[in-house]
């Protein structure tokens, strides 16, 4: 077996994280240009958004199948 350089290594444990160095970019740039608030705010409707995209795609039959009544809204809606 070849000896593995450490280099090699960091490479392939910081892959996956250069998809996310533009978006850690854009989100310094409207931080500087926009209010902190609008920004948070953005994040978490965007968030929402995809959320709930992602969740209607891949629980759809379990959505469809489950108990929707008073209890269940109420249990949903209540603050934590």
Do not use: K
């Not at 996310?20 to 608030?37: G, H, K």
Request: glycine content about 8%.
């Amino acid at each position: 077996m070849d000896s593995v350089s450490v280099e090699s290594l960091v490479y392939l444990r910081c892959r996956p994280l250069m998809p996310m160095r533009p978006a850690n970019a854009a989100e310094e740039f409207f931080v500087r240009q926009s209010p902190l608030y609008e920004v948070v705010g953005q994040l978490g409707m965007w968030g929402t958004l995809i959320n709930g995209i992602q969740a209607t795609a891949l629980e759809h039959e379990g959505m469809r199948d489950a108990t929707w009544n008073g209890p269940v809204g109420e249990f949903r809606s209540a603050p934590l």
